[in-house]
Structures are given as C-alpha cells and as structure tokens.
C-alpha cells in the first residue's frame, strides 16, 4: 500500500461575492514507501491545499486520495501519520508534558509508554529544559520544535510536515534535517512541503515542484544534481602551453592551471592531458543546482 496517492486531486475555494480561487489543479502524486518527497513550491502554489486535504482538514472539489489504501475521509487512516500543520497554535495555557500527554491520549498510548515517549521528543528537539513552562512563553522557534515533537510522539509509520524547517535557528534546522534523515533509515516515510531547495537537497529521494496549483515536474533529487552538472573544474599541473587552449582558465601559481572543461569535451580532454604528460590534481564538477532548476520552472509557468 502506497503511503500516500493522490488521485486528480482539485480544490477550489470560495471567497467573497461568490469569487472562486483554484488552489489545486488535478494534481496526481504518490508517495513511495521509506521515501522523503519534498513538495517544493513558491508561495500561494497549494502546498498546504493539498497537506489539509490529505490530512482531513480540508475536503477536496474534486479527485481522491488516500493514505496507506485507505482514503483521507477516513480519519482512521491518520493512526499512522504523524503530522505538523503550517503554524502550529496549540492550547498555550498547557506545558509542553501536559500537551503531549493529550496527543498521546487521542493515538492511545498507555501512561507509562506516553512519558518515556514525551521524555524523548523533547530531548530530541531540545526543549527539555522548558517543559515545565506553559506554552504561551515559548518563543516562535520554541512552538515550531513541539510541533515535531507532537508529530513524533507515537512513532507513525507517515510523517506529513507542512514547512517543517520554517521559524528554526541554523541549529534547529540542522537538527529537523537529521531527525528527517534518520526517520527514513527507520524505514518510515516523510514528506514535506518547503519553498528552500537547499533543503531539498540536503535531505529528499525525490522532489515534487508546483507552481499555481500545478504539478510541474517530479525528480529524483541525484538526477536532476547529475543531470546539472555542467562541467569540470580541473586543477592541472605539467602539460604544454597548447593543453589549455581554448578553455577558460586561471593561472593559479607558477605551474598550476584550473581550467573550466564542458562536460561533452571531458573525454577529449582527459585524453590530451595523458598524451601531454600533465598531471591532474583536482577535478570538481561544476553543476546547475536545484535553485536554477526551480526558478526555471517557476518563471516559465509564470510567463
Ligand atoms: N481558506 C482559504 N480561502 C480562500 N483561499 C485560500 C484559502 N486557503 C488558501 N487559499 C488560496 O489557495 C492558494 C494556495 O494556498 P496554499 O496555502 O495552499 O499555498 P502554499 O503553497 O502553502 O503557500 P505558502 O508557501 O505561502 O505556505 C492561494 O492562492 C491561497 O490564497
Ligand atoms: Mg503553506
């Protein structure tokens, strides 16, 4: 069973005076099992459309989808997800104990295995030290790290994280990185919405841009990093004068050259370098990144 298929999935808001915005266009995805799937999309493209629906908050115009087999409208389906909704609000008079013990309750987990658990979501995000302080005076960073730590608490097969990075120090969002990474090594599957493709990269199998409420294209993120690569950065030593001809290159010291060689001119390359007797020192592919590739995508669909 898929974790997650989304089938033709449409939604259509109405706002006032009977004006209609279409937030999700017939949008088709699955979600593999043991994959991370980023959802990279700018503002407005209908991330979180599409989160809510998978997650019952919202119901769709049109199309279906369903978690692990069993569609969203089934609230039995989200056992297995653990979930982090844009801005997390939560009833701030409680301590960060007492509202995981509330979570845990509604997934039925027993006392003794919700304060072991509850113990270790927040040592792992850190906020040990405050669990005893009512939520109202943790600061924003603060919220956002319960908020993972809620979406973990009863070890969900699913993990479902609207912008889970958002709000975070550099450490936190190292940390959020990690936690994501480590929860695949545990065979579980996460997907989540970002608009950083920095942190794409870092982290995904497979990446899902929409633009508009449009799917526009989905990757696996090593393709499309091998598929950028536009060339290599050589760092060479020895060779004739005649070697470096026609290329873009730095004199670096004395006898060390750095030369720019276009990936459809490697082989040809490498092989003058040999018969020159030159010496390669350092070879660095110099790649189009995810960055390039998705503001490609985002200008063209916007023209
Ligand atoms: N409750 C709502 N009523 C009317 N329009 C809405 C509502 N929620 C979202 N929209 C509209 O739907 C579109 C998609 O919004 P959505 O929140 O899904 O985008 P997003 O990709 O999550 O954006 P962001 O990166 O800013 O979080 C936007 O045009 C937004 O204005
Ligand atoms: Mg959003």
Do not use: W
């Not at 799937?37 to 407005?44: I, K, M, T, V, Y």
């Not at 493209?45 to 998978?54: D, R």
């Not at 995000?125 to 608490?153: E, F, N, T, W």
Request: aromatic share 6%.
């Amino acid at each position: 069973m898929l974790p997650i298929d989304i089938e033709n999935l449409s939604k259509t808001y109405s706002v006032k005076r009977g004006r209609k915005v279409l937030a999700l266009d017939n949008l088709t995805l699955q979600v593999d099992q043991g994959e991370i799937l980023g959802f990279l999309g700018p503002n407005g493209s209908g991330k979180s459309t599409t989160i809510k629906t998978l997650v019952g908050q919202i119901r769709a115009t049109q199309g279906k989808a369903s978690i692990f087999g069993q569609p969203v409208r089934d609230s039995n389906c989200r056992q297995r997800v653990g979930y982090l909704p844009e801005n997390p609000a939560f009833y701030d008079f409680l301590t960060s104990h007492q509202y995981l013990d509330l979570v845990g309750s509604t997934f039925g987990m027993d006392a003794n295995h919700l304060r072991t658990e509850s113990d270790r979501v927040l040592d792992l995000l850190d906020l040990h030290h405050a669990d005893r302080r009512p939520i109202r005076s943790y600061s924003k960073g603060m919220v956002q790290r319960l908020g993972l730590a809620q979406a973990l608490l009863h070890d969900p097969d699913l993990y479902i994280l609207d912008e889970p990075m958002s709000g975070l120090d550099p450490l936190g969002r190292a940390l959020v990185k990690q936690i994501i990474v480590d929860l695949k090594h545990r065979g579980k599957t996460v997907f989540f919405s970002t608009h950083v493709t920095a942190d794409v990269e870092a982290v995904c199998d497979r990446v899902a841009v929409i633009v508009s409420g449009k799917l526009q294209a989905v990757n696996l993120v090593s393709e499309l990093l091998e598929k950028g690569i536009e060339g290599y950065v050589i760092q060479l030593s020895g060779g004739s004068e005649q070697l470096c001809a026609g290329f873009e290159m730095n004199l670096r010291e004395d006898s060390l050259r750095e030369v720019f060689v276009q990936r459809r001119d490697l082989n040809r390359f490498m092989g003058d370098v040999s018969r020159d007797n030159g010496e390669i020192l350092l070879m660095e592919p110099r790649r189009r990144d995810l960055e390039q590739f998705f503001l490609d995508i985002v200008r063209r669909e916007k023209e």
